[in-house]
């Protein structure tokens, strides 16, 4: 394994033998490389002029991509499991389309994606924080057809900012959709609603699906990478004897730095290979289904029976913060969202806590505070009203707010079932376990509308 061309930094032997180490038996991966792609200059009035122009930027743009990360996976030998692609929110890239919906948009994306050969791609977005726009309302509308009539496209909305404060017409809004990309997804279990995230602070440099997309402060074509290594710091706090907290936060730091520096050299080379500009490297200890790599696996080795238990959150801050800071010792292009991910369907231990009763969506929208993202990947029952929907939106989205972090919603009202059933997605969408909602309305205070004003913290010119 030659590390000689990656044109950054030549790790020692021992690096090396830490990183096959890593790779064979404690699930280290780079679980995405994202290419950016900017469309604004793709506009036309014809949407079937302006479908033309986005399938011939995004396949001439991203042609090379997925031999390059091939390429690098072979030189390196460190598996590479997402190769996506991320576009400007096509809200903005589409407002001149005279055109009723923007259905068609999606299934132009995901015929490029199919074509470029790569697994996803994010973009089909609306940025609607303070106000939409009669193209925002027309990408909305069009979520659930485009989710259900696509396989690679993946759609996200920020109806928040710690600047604006929380719009709730569009929350509102929203929980209808998912309700409505549900049912046309049925069959699968609901799993259109698997590719539609609903944000607060959303990251313009996000690599990591549902929720990218490339954002307007963003070059004309970028490589963005998704680093995951829940196992490699579950096994690192394993080997530690009878640990203080204290210890263990420095062996998270030093994992999460040697991850970052192995992250970044993988990604500036593929960006050198491609001649497209690198622009960050995303930490976000991203679990699998697999048995130890689980984010929750390492919360319990800090000590609790349970993810879930008292303590949890406590444990997910150390965790997260020691992440962060590793992280940012290795590396000055870390970005994105990149910390400690809690999705319950792609995380074993969360899978089993939840099953033995241990993890509640109340505790979970307690972790929200600490983790990276929100309360993602949520099966509720089928029959969940869309009001309530829009209310643990509203929730997670004043997490988000008013601690000036990203948080996010991805949620999942199965079709036909309920509490103490399952549904099922595989690969890494892994499986989850309904989970209860309470039984009490939202309704009154989700059809009020109107915007939660910006908290008084927003005032820092």
Known sequence: MSFKHSGFYSPSNNEILETIQMVRMEHLDIRTVTMGINLRDCSHPDIEVFNENIYEKITTRAKDLVRTTNEIQSLYGIPIINKRISVTPIAIAAESCRSNDFVSIAKTMDEAAKDAQVDFIGGFSALVHKGATAGDLKLINSIPEALAGTEKVCSSVNVA???????????????????????????????????????????????????????????????????????????????????????????????????TR??????????????????????????????????????????????????????????????????????????????????????????????????????LEAMTSICSVGLDMIAVPG??????????????????????????????????????????????????????????????FVKRGGRIPAPIQSLTN
């Open 161 to 259: 900012t710690t600047r604006t404060g929380i719009n709730m017409d569009a929350v509102g809004l929203m929980g209808g959709i998912i309700k409505e990309t549900a049912d046309l997804t049925a069959d699968k279990d609901g799993i259109g609603c698997a590719k539609l995230v609903i944000f607060a602070n959303a990251p313009e440099d996000n690599p990591f699906m549902a929720g990218a997309f490339h954002g307007i402060g963003e070059p004309e074509c970028v490589i963005n990478v998704g680093v995951s290594g829940p196992g490699v710091v579950n096994a690192a706090i394993n080997e530690l004897e009878n640990p203080n907290l204290t210890e263990i936060s420095e062996t998270i730091k030093k994992t999460a730095f040697k991850i």
């Open 262 to 363: 192995m992250g970044e050299m993988v990604g500036r080379e593929v960006s050198r290979r491609l001649g497209i500009e690198f622009g960050i490297l995303d930490l976000s200890l991203a679990p699998t289904p697999e048995i130890g790599d689980s984010v929750a696996a390492i919360l319990e080795a800090m000590g609790l029976e349970r993810c879930g238990a008292h303590g949890t959150t406590a444990a997910l801050a150390l965790l997260n913060d020691a992440v962060k800071k590793g992280g940012a010792m290795a590396s000055s292009s870390v970005g994105g969202l990149s910390g400690a991910f809690i999705p319950v369907s792609e995380d074993a231990g969360m899978i089993e806590a939840v099953r033995v009763g241990a993890l509640s969506l109340e505790k």
């Open 383 to 444: 029959d969940t009203p869309a009001s309530t929907l829009s209310a643990i939106i509203a929730d997670e989205m004043a997490i988000g707010v008013i601690n000036r972090k990203t948080t996010a919603v991805r949620i999942i009202p199965a079709p036909g079932k309920g509490v103490g059933d399952s549904v099922e997605f595989g690969g890494l969408l892994g499986n989850a376990p309904i989970m209860p909602v309470s039984t009490f309305s939202s309704e009154v």
